[in-house]
């Protein structure tokens, strides 16, 4: 149970072209989601915090308009990379809040590899 | 906000002995604390996890230990195998006051190889 499903996992883009990545909750509904991305070989960095039905919350140094963020559900939420560059290539991640017992955890999409050519 | 430095960043160690993996953290209303094993371009498994309730934590060859005073915890693995060879994160995250959790925040990662 709790499983995130993300698509795509990979995509090639070019430069100056949108890019769409989406996780849907499939057994759950996920009111939180995060967004991380990883470079290779380095950790996983949050970039946003997004809640359904309100506005993402921007980690500092994130553009917002750059990667806009849209949760309009409680099973989908959605980052769109707008004008991407090859400095956007990297390994994106979404993250959700699950009940565990009395407790939470967090599951994870599998995640996406985006590469700007 | 807070802050999880995680040491060594590589680790090589020979099959059958153990490994331990250190992490240290800033935030004191930070109260769980995950391990994850990732392979390349896959998504984080969690292996173990840790609550600030306790001190220890097993699961066969993986253990955790917590440390709240000092903000620290570290990961054990015994009786390493091959297959054990990943790229291991720690992590932290608090709650609110209202009980609803917040983001992870990650460690710097450690990669462990096992040589056979």
């Known amino acids: 149970g709790a499983v995130v499903s993300q698509h795509p996992s990979r995509v090639i883009c070019k430069s100056g072209t949108s890019v769409k990545i989406e996780c849907r909750s499939l057994d759950f509904q996920a009111t939180t989601m995060f967004w991380y991305r990883q470079f290779p070989k380095k950790s996983l960095m949050l970039m946003a915090t997004s809640n359904e039905g309100s506005k993402a919350t921007y980690e500092q140094g994130v553009e917002k308009d750059k990667f ?4 309009a559900s409680l099973t989908l939420s959605t980052l769109t990379v707008t004008s991407a560059h090859p400095e956007d290539s990297s390994f994106y991640i979404c993250s959700a809040i699950i009940r565990v017992l009395s407790n939470y955890g967090y599951t994870f999409g599998s995640g996406t590899r985006l590469t700007v050519v | 906000g807070e802050n999880v ?6 680790l090589s160690v020979q099959e059958g002995d153990s490994a331990v993996i250190k992490c240290t953290y800033s935030d004191s209303a930070s109260n769980y604390f995950p391990w994850y094993k990732q392979e390349l371009g896959k998504r984080p498994q969690l292996i173990i996890d840790i609550r600030s309730n306790v001190g220890e ?3 066969q060859r993986i253990a955790v230990t917590l440390n709240k005073t000092a903000k620290h915890f570290s990961l054990h693995i015994t009786e390493t195998q091959p297959e054990d060879s990943a790229v291991y994160f720690c992590a932290a995250s608090p709650t609110f006051s209202s009980g609803s959790a917040r983001q992870l925040t990650f460690g710097s990662g450690t990669q462990l190889t096992v040589l056979p």
């Open chain 2, 5 to 10: 430095e995680q040491h060594p960043s590589t």
């Open chain 2, 57 to 59: 934590k097993k699961d």
């Open chain 1, 68 to 71: 806009l963020i849209n949760h």
